[in-house]
């Protein structure tokens, strides 16, 4: 059974804790131990009012109420961050254990299961075909219940987030991590985003039923900062129904396509592997030959996790990577899939790579890093934000760019078709 608050304006805070209320008297979790996985900064969510509304339903009532940060590979949040993020003093809540993911070390990880090479195929359509160890946060182990609170957006690499997502990638290990962020990249990001059911949706499906520990989800359908869906129950039902309301809610059409578009990164990204979504919502919209432009003043790095080895191979097609497959077999899946996603669609023919679209970064990485990752460069001193575009039909400014996607009215990847 699934509960849910949906409206046209934005969910007060008594019909979310409505909501949350009947269905915790439905799902009781009373004298169990309780593990809340949440969504870091990187994601917009009311987090201080569902944190609120939980720990004054549940806190008193279960064994234990802990918190963990669904990180993925991101870096951990200071206590400061956690704080603003949940609207709270660490301080006033004892009792609460506040934890972050650690994506990378093994003493922090367990692993749930293999998934065998004739199930990864079968998944993925023939695209892969390997054995993979399904490992992650060994906190879960510890807890009766997992209750799993986060937005559903349009996803690049799965379709529609949400759901398992915040626990593949959120919270496993790197092996799966890699595995099912590449088949995204084989199948590219146009194909995937917007859409609820995905290949690699399936893929995440079926390795969060090797995870032993009741879980239920919250879904959040975010319209901007404003929630106007919750639903809560199980990954597969209430996240659907979330993920209908928002691909309605957050795909927005055009017309036609842009010769020109800038996409404002908001202050949440911080470095460009998470600000990158400025590119993958937007791409669809872009005319061919055209230039989408990430601005972002504020972004000074590549990644502040895996920058090394972005720098070292560079922003390329799917294409470049897969006619040379033997060359870049020892980079992990996830890092190529993130170059695949922020270059974009193209060919890779007689050793020439051409893209769709040029993309280019108008930010605080020097122009030096941006051409050695084969990304074009604009000085982000050029634009001027109030005017950029003006009067030109052909050019798109998004302000507050990332979550929302944009696609053509013919749109050639048929994003009705689910």
Request: charged fraction near 25%; aromatic fraction near 8%.
């Amino acid at each position: 059974m699934n509960f849910k608050a949906t409206s046209d304006t934005p969910l007060t805070e008594e019909q979310i804790k409505q909501v949350v209320h009947q269905a915790f008297e439905h799902y009781s979790v009373d004298n169990e131990k309780v593990l809340v996985i949440i969504p870091d900064t990187t994601r917009t969510a009311p987090m201080p009012t569902l944190f609120r509304t939980l720990h004054e339903r549940l806190g008193k009532t279960v064994e234990k109420f802990d918190i963990l940060v669904a990180l993925g590979t991101h870096p951990p949040l200071s206590d400061a961050h956690l704080e603003s993020h949940l609207g709270i003093q660490l301080s006033d809540f004892p009792d609460v254990g506040f934890y972050n993911h650690h994506w990378d070390s093994p003493e922090h990880l367990y692993s749930a299961g293999t998934l065998p090479e004739s199930k990864v195929s079968e998944l993925s359509g023939g695209m892969l075909q390997e054995t993979v160890n399904v490992t992650l946060n060994k906190l879960v182990r510890d807890y009766d219940k997992l209750i799993i609170i986060g937005p559903v957006f349009p996803h690049e690499v799965v379709g529609m987030s949400g759901g398992s997502k915040y626990l593949f990638p959120g919270i496993s290990g790197p092996d799966f991590l890699n595995l099912f962020h590449w088949l995204g990249a084989l199948i590219t990001s146009s194909a995937l985003i917007g859409k609820a059911d995905t290949p690699v949706r399936r893929v995440i499906n079926e390795a969060a039923k090797l995870v032993k520990v009741d879980q239920f989800t919250l879904n959040l359908v975010m319209d901007g900062r404003d929630m106007k869906g919750l639903y809560i129950g199980d990954s597969t039902d209430a996240w659907n129904e979330a993920a209908e309301q928002s691909r309605k809610m957050n795909t927005m059409f055009k017309p036609h396509p842009f010769d020109r578009v800038l996409s404002c990164a908001p202050e949440m990204y911080d470095d460009l592997w998470t600000g990158a979504k400025c590119m993958y919502k937007l791409e669809p919209v872009v005319a061919d030959g055209g230039e989408l432009i990430i601005y972002a003043p504020h972004i000074t790095e590549i990644s502040k996790t895996h920058g090394k080895l972005i720098e070292q191979i560079g922003y390329h097609v799917r294409d470049y990577f897969t006619k040379q497959s033997n060359r870049f077999k020892n980079i992990p899946g996830g890092i190529r899939a993130h170059s695949t996603h922020v270059k974009g669609l193209g060919t890779f023919e007689n050793g020439i790579e051409t893209p769709r679209i040029q993309v280019s970064l108008a930010t605080g990485i020097p122009k030096e890093i941006c051409e050695q990752v084969n990304l074009g460069y604009v000085d982000p001193l050029s634009i001027d934000v109030d005017n950029w575009g003006r009067d030109d039909e052909r050019a798109l400014i998004v302000p507050h760019a990332g979550e929302k996607l944009y696609r053509l009215e013919n749109d050639p990847f048929g994003l009705d078709s689910q």
